[in-house]
Each structure stands twice: as C-alpha cells, then as structure tokens.
C-alpha cells in the first residue's frame, strides 16, 4: 500500500509561482512513476506531468511546456511540480498519482491552485 499527499496549492496572480509537493509513504519499492494531474470545474481531469521514479523522463503537457518542471527526491521519497509564469488557466485541483508494477494506481486527495488575472 502507498499513500500519497499533495501540499503547496494557494491563490497566486497571473505571471506567478508556485510549487506543489507530493509525499508518498508506504511500498514504495512497487513505484515505477509518479505525476501530476489536474481538474478543472466542469472539465475532465489531464495529465499535466509525470516522470519515472528514478527520473526518466518526464514528459508534458503541452499547456505546461516551458512553465513547469516536475521533479523526484528519491531520498525523500517526494515529487515536486514549480510551476512558473501561471496563467488563471491553470486555475484547478492538482492531484498526485503514483503507479505501481501490480497495476494499482494512488491517488491523492488533491490540492486547490488557483490563478487571478
């Protein structure tokens, strides 16, 4: 069993930073990857980053590409997303997922990003 919990969310103005942190606990050792999803109100939740455990990777959405960069502290066992230059668009709950060998997917229970123009 993995646990997995997202800190970092707030209210930011357009052109702002910030960076989410994702701290996962338990079986580690079944992780293979992790990353960052994120859902909009009325819209289905997308893929905004995720990377291998061991750093391979990371792949991006397009919306992100240059603005974001997801990262892994195996050490910590904690993944990161700094995210830069936020547009209101970005404005939604960020989830943390880790995927494991066996096929189980964490998710957590989600962080508020909110972006004011």
């Known amino acids: 069993q993995v646990q997995v919990v997202e800190s970092g969310g707030g209210v930011v103005q357009s052109g702002g930073s910030l960076r989410l942190s994702c701290a996962a606990s338990?079986?580690?050792?079944?992780?293979?990857?992790m990353g960052w999803y994120r859902q909009a109100p009325g819209k289905q939740r997308e893929l905004v980053a995720n990377?291998?455990?061991?750093?391979?990777?990371?792949n991006y959405a397009d919306s992100v590409k240059g603005r974001f960069t997801i990262s892994m502290d195996n050490a910590q066992s904690t993944m990161y997303l700094q995210m830069n230059d936020l547009r209101p668009t970005d404005t939604a709950v960020y989830y943390c997922?880790?995927?494991?060998?066996?096929?189980?997917?964490?998710w957590g229970q989600g962080t508020q990003v909110t972006v004011s123009s």
């Open positions: 997922k880790a995927d494991s060998h066996n096929g189980v997917t964490y």
């Open positions: 338990g079986r580690m050792s079944s992780i293979f990857a």
């Open positions: 990377i291998g455990i061991t750093g391979a990777g990371p």
